[in-house]
């Protein structure tokens, strides 16, 4: 097996909305803002090679939507997908699994492409990964998340017949290798692969934990639909993480690819930082 950091660019949220009730004096200090109180972020996805496959995680926010939706994101940076793939001797059509954490824009965005107008799966040659649970809260969602779910980017796989469900079970398997863990505090059955890595586990983090910055626990994204549920689970995965030293994977942390966590005075903390090729 190997595991490959795949870089789409950067964009910018508020800062405000993704510390949540944290005060602008303390998050800062980590994720410094514009002048208009916005925060760089990475959408770093992650390849895994394994046996005759090639899984993608996440696929970034993509390109087709129109200049009006990217003018609120400030995207920049000069990695795309198809640049990270290439850097790794990869196009789009080698990719078997698009793995989708969840279908918030930024995450789902880069699985389907228009072109000529029309709108089709970006990886022809792949399956596509969600599940049913996940999938029914995105195509009918809530009235305060319902702009990070966009049809465009989700019903077109679907209608492709590349969709498949994986059970909403903590642990199931997805190779021999990868099993996925769930989330259900950012948003409903947010999957998490946890990755068997050269004797130590991988654990994608998707938005459970955005950065380094919010490894305090009361550090949870005013996005989170159930914030309560996302600080209980904070506290399970946290310490599961420490006790066992498992390495996360940072998917919108600007700096920092890895990170592990410690026990110390102030709780839960970071110990090391280091990027993905380095393990």
């Not at 400030?74 to 990270?84: E, I």
């Not at 279908?103 to 699985?111: E, K, T």
């Not at 505090?185 to 994608?204: E, F």
Request: proline letters at 4%; a negative charge.
């Amino acid at each position: 097996m190997k595991l490959h950091t795949i870089d789409t660019g950067f964009f910018k949220l508020d800062g405000g909305a993704m510390f949540g009730v944290v005060p602008k004096a303390l998050w800062q200090k980590t994720n410094p803002a514009d002048d208009k109180n916005l925060c760089t972020w990475a959408m770093r996805c992650m390849l895994i090679e394994e046996g005759d496959r090639l899984i993608l995680v996440d696929t970034g926010i993509g390109n087709k939507q129109d200049e009006k939706f990217f003018s609120h994101y400030y995207l920049h940076g000069d990695a795309s997908l198809d640049s990270s793939l290439a850097a790794k001797g990869f196009h789009r059509d080698d990719i078997t699994d698009v793995f989708l954490t969840h279908l918030h824009f930024d995450h789902v965005g880069g699985a389907v492409e228009r072109i000529n107008g029309n709108l089709a799966p970006a990886f022809k040659n792949a399956t596509y990964w969600s599940n049913s649970q996940h999938w029914d809260w995105a195509v009918n969602p809530n009235e305060r998340e319902k702009a990070s779910f966009l049809k465009d980017n989700i019903l077109p796989i679907q209608e492709s017949g590349q969709l498949k469900f994986i059970d909403a079970v903590d642990g199931v398997a997805f190779t021999d290798d990868v099993k996925i863990r769930f989330a259900y505090g950012h948003t409903d059955a947010m999957m998490l692969p946890q990755i068997s890595y050269k004797g130590k586990q991988v654990l994608y983090m998707a938005d459970l934990l955005p950065s380094v910055g919010h490894i305090p626990l009361p550090y949870v994204m005013a996005y989170d639909m159930f914030p309560m549920k996302t600080l209980d689970e904070r506290k399970l995965y946290w310490n599961e993480a420490a006790e066992k030293e498992y390495i996360l994977y940072l998917e919108h942390d600007p700096m920092n690819e890895c990170c592990t966590l410690q026990h110390t005075e102030k709780g839960i903390r970071v110990k090391d930082v280091f990027m993905l090729k380095d393990l």
